[in-house]
């Protein structure tokens, strides 16, 4: 069974650029959520989804971030426009019927 | 909401010594706590996990403990190597209104076994 997959990696821009990652989850999981990791840090949950069903956006910054589920698979973490204290490691997670999540590899983001 | 608090931040053990890691949580509702194992550079990893109608649960050198009424449960590995080195975070998911809530991470603890 392939992972969770994230891209980029790695992504370094300069504030105020717009940076966008993408990810896709295990084949069958229907929920879907995007991670902050700041360094030193636990994960923090930016946003889940219910198939294409954002159902808990609360922790996401509306101002400058979006999230995207259009098909109910794949998912797009957007950022726009970056400021320096966007440096982290965005993680992806997908999970099934039981409650266990798988998370990606991560993007990691450097602002300058 | 939920808060989970996580003790100590670093841990430094001998090989074959014994490592035990603590984590509070807050909310009453909390039912599922699951335990992740994170490399450097790498994604975490569940390596172990308990629901709150169990006391405890084992998984060869791993064993996690759990106690409701003072809300703490811990992670236990027995016979440490090398390769246990990591940071391991404790997460807590509160059930409401017949639905699993989020995980909330404590800080993690950074395990270092030494040769």
């Known amino acids: 069974e392939a992972g969770v997959v994230q891209s980029p990696r790695y992504k370094i821009i300069e504030k105020k650029q717009p940076v966008a990652f993408w990810c896709n989850p295990i084949s069958g999981h229907n929920t879907l959520y995007w991670y902050r990791q700041n360094l030193g840090q636990g994960p923090e949950l930016l946003i889940r989804y219910e198939n294409e069903e954002a159902v808990d956006d609360s922790q996401l910054p509306k101002d400058r971030f979006s999230a995207e589920r259009l098909k109910g698979v794949d998912s797009t973490l957007k950022i726009q426009p970056a400021e320096l204290g966007d440096s982290a490691v965005y993680l992806c997670?997908?999970?099934?019927?039981?409650?266990?999540?798988?998370f990606g590899p991560g993007t990691r983001l450097t602002v300058l | 909401g939920e808060n989970v608090e996580q003790h100590p931040s670093t841990l430094s053990v001998q090989e074959g010594d014994s490592a035990v890691i603590k984590c509070t949580y807050s909310?009453?509702?909390?039912?599922?706590f699951p335990w992740y194992k994170q490399e450097l550079g790498k994604r975490p990893q569940l390596i172990i996990d308990i629901r709150s109608n169990v006391g405890e649960k084992k998984d060869q050198r791993i064993a996690v403990t759990l106690n409701k009424t003072a809300k703490h449960f811990s992670l236990h590995i027995t016979e440490t190597q090398p390769e246990d080195s990591a940071v391991y975070f404790c997460?807590?998911?509160?059930?409401?209104?017949?639905?699993?809530?989020?995980?909330?991470f404590g800080k993690g603890t950074k395990l270092s076994v030494k040769p």
């Open positions: 909310d009453s509702a909390s039912n599922y």
């Open positions: 997670a997908s999970s099934g019927r039981a409650d266990e999540q798988f």
């Open positions: 997460a807590a998911s509160p059930y409401y209104g017949g639905s699993q809530g989020n995980l909330i």
